[in-house]
């Protein structure tokens, strides 16, 4: 078998004829003629000793050998097409456009800007409010940070972080209104960032499914629950990344001493193509030093976890905890 490759311009005008199913349009997307496509499809075919179109027809239609050839042939010019884009791209300036779960954005990433702006001053930095996994292949996005299950299919993902949730609240709120046991949230407000899931299973763990509820709050994520909870609105459930800081800085305060680990976790997100761009590495590497540095140097107080094999009967109240939550998350990387 001949490791020889067919010649480029007839795979070229193979590709853009299938792609487009006609010659003519092929033909004006290579700013060649009919004929010169039409010739150089001919020329691929007797190199490879096979029919790629099925003649006849208003539309042309691939033969098997032709399907079989495309997506392999359609992935090379793609990757070629990447890769002189990569080259011509400045590897530590420029433009860099993020999408971003809208919690972890404003509770944690922009707080930490001026870190990765002093690090890199020629890099402007787009940022986008958003959960939505679409981005991840939209051209106006780079890089997406978002809260999820993980898995998504033709990109490069590596789990950044795994959370812990746990009932917050402001000093001053519990300072008029005391949470000396579970029981007594039934004279606080509830602040849901879900759809009440999330404090069901935190309930759960806490055997205190049926503690009387009073009024409740949903909002579409957790960063306005937790705003609402930091301006005394409520007991919001928190979480070990978003949470960390306005526990640190006495904004919030920890009334209980158990936490659930939730369902989803961080994830980062590009399309394979980027993964290798200077500009999107150094911004990934940041994201994820800065992660583990703080983790590192910070002491975190202790809140017992909930034993998945055996429900907890109680969970003790706490005083206010001025240290960052920090709990170690995997670093698996996927390319799908």
């Known amino acids: 078998m001949s490791n020889r490759l067919p ?3 007839p795979l070229r005008a193979f590709e853009a004829a299938a792609r487009r199913g006609s010659i003519s349009a092929a033909a004006r997307e290579l700013n060649v003629t009919h004929g010169a496509v039409s010739h150089q499809i001919k020329t691929l075919e007797e190199t490879l000793k096979a029919a790629l179109f099925e003649r006849g027809g208003k539309r042309l239609k691939l033969t098997p050998q032709g399907a079989l ?14 890769a002189t884009a990569l080259m011509n791209r400045p590897s530590t300036s420029g433009s860099l456009r993020i999408s971003c779960v809208p ?8 707080p930490r800007m001026n870190s990765f702006s002093e690090q890199y001053p020629e890099i402007s930095l787009t940022l986008t ?8 292949h939209s051209p106006d996005i780079d890089i997406a940070i978002l809260y999820g299950p993980g898995g998504w299919r033709d990109c490069w993902t590596r789990l950044w972080s795994t959370l812990q949730l746990f009932p917050v609240v402001s000093p001053t709120l519990l300072n008029s209104r005391p949470l000396r046991s579970i029981r007594d949230l039934r004279d606080h407000v509830l602040l849901h960032g879900d759809d009440g899931r999330e404090w069901n299973t935190w309930l759960a763990a806490a055997d205190q499914l049926d503690v ?10 957790a960063r306005l629950s937790t705003e609402a909870a ?17 526990i640190a800085a ?13 369902t989803n976790a961080f994830y980062v997100a590009t399309r394979n193509d980027l993964r290798t761009a200077p500009i999107v ?36 109240t706490q005083p206010a905890l001025k240290s960052d939550i920090s709990h170690p998350g995997a670093n698996a990387e996927t390319t799908s």
């Open 250 to 262: 006495g904004e919030l305060v920890i009334p209980f001493d158990l936490s659930v680990p939730a």
């Open 103 to 110: 919690a972890l954005l404003s509770l944690w990433l922009i």
């Open 129 to 136: 409010s958003s959960n939505d996994a679409d981005l991840i």
């Open 212 to 221: 009387p509820r009073g009024r409740q709050h949903f909002m579409s994520d």
């Open 230 to 246: 930091r301006h005394g609105q409520g007991v919001s459930l928190g979480d070990s990344i978003t949470a960390s800081s306005l």
């Open 69 to 82: 050839l495309l997506p392999a042939v359609s992935s090379a010019f793609d990757g070629i097409a990447a």
């Open 7 to 9: 010649p480029l311009n």
């Open 281 to 316: 590495r150094v911004f990934i590497d940041w994201l994820f030093s800065t992660l583990e540095n703080e983790r590192s140097s910070q002491t975190s107080p202790v809140i017992r976890q909930a034993n998945r094999s055996r429900t907890p009967r109680t969970a003790k």
